[in-house]
T-cell receptor
Framework: GAVVSQHPSRVICKSGTSVKIECRSL??????MFWYRQFPKQSLMLMAT?????????EQGVEKDKFLINHASLTLSTLTVTSAHPEDSSFYIC??????????FGSGTRLTVV | GQQLNQSPQSMFIQEGEDVSMNCTSS?????WLWYKQDPGEGPVLLIA?????ELTSNGRLTAQFGITRKDSFLNISASIPSDVGIYFC?????????????FGTGTRLKVLA
């Protein structure tokens, strides 16, 4: 299979603080991972493509200094929401591709900024 | 961000009925995928389509990759209560050696027992 683990599943943080979300490929190596954001009753919007050993590629309109992505190993990508505000509250989902299997999504992280 | 047009937006059907939803785009895709998402979870892949005109089944699900490569449909036959959820299409864009998925706007399905 191709299992992608995302942690934490839920997090509540105070406005102005930073939150780190981890995405791990458990049984395969992923040179590329993707980060999505999903607002209630809406679709998944691609935020950025995380590339192992190099800088992430951000979609238009996504602030790279606010959403820091680090892909330091072949099995781990992290998304840090810096100086979080209530409007950053959302469901964040990562995905990774395993050759021959396709793309697998993590179970998501529900971020609530209060 | 870029999204695919998916319809219908939502639908209520009776158990046992067949369901059809489709996805259209102004862009050409070389891969189409269909996902189902349950509340509070990440999407789960249902069917992947890799070639224009391809028709693929997965149990009660059937999906087709449009000839123009700009559309796809998903059919669910003999729906059951556990089919409830949100269905998303996704198209893969490739450019300069990189690729990414663009998701449809979703179809919310509710099955009445």
């Amino acid at each position: 299979g191709a299992v992608v683990s995302q942690h934490p599943s839920r997090v509540i943080c105070k406005s102005g603080t930073s939150v780190k979300i981890e995405c791990r490929s458990l049984d395969f190596q992923a040179t590329t991972m993707f980060w999505y954001r999903q607002f209630p009753k809406q679709s998944l919007m691609l935020m950025a493509t995380s590339n192992e050993g190099s800088k992430a590629t951000y979609e238009q309109g996504v602030e790279k200094d606010k959403f820091l992505i680090n892909h330091a190993s072949l099995t781990l990508s992290t998304l840090t929401v810096t100086s979080a505000h209530p409007e950053d509250s959302s469901f964040y989902i990562c995905s990774a591709r395993r050759v021959g299997v396709g793309y697998t999504f993590g179970s998501g992280t529900r971020l609530t900024v209060v | 961000g870029q999204q695919l047009n998916q319809s219908p937006q939502s639908m209520f059907i009776q158990e046992g009925e067949d369901v059809s939803m489709n996805c259209t785009s102004s862009s050409i895709f070389n891969t189409w995928l269909w996902y189902k998402q349950d509340p509070g979870e990440g999407p789960v892949l249902l069917i992947a389509l890799y070639k224009a005109g391809e028709l693929t089944s997965n149990g009660r699900l059937t999906a087709q990759f449009g000839i123009t490569r700009k559309d796809s449909f998903l059919n669910i036959s003999a729906s059951i209560p556990s089919d409830v959820g949100i269905y998303f299409c996704a198209g893969q864009l490739s450019k300069g050696g990189t690729y990414k998925y663009i998701f449809g706007t979703g179809t919310r399905l509710k099955v009445l027992a």
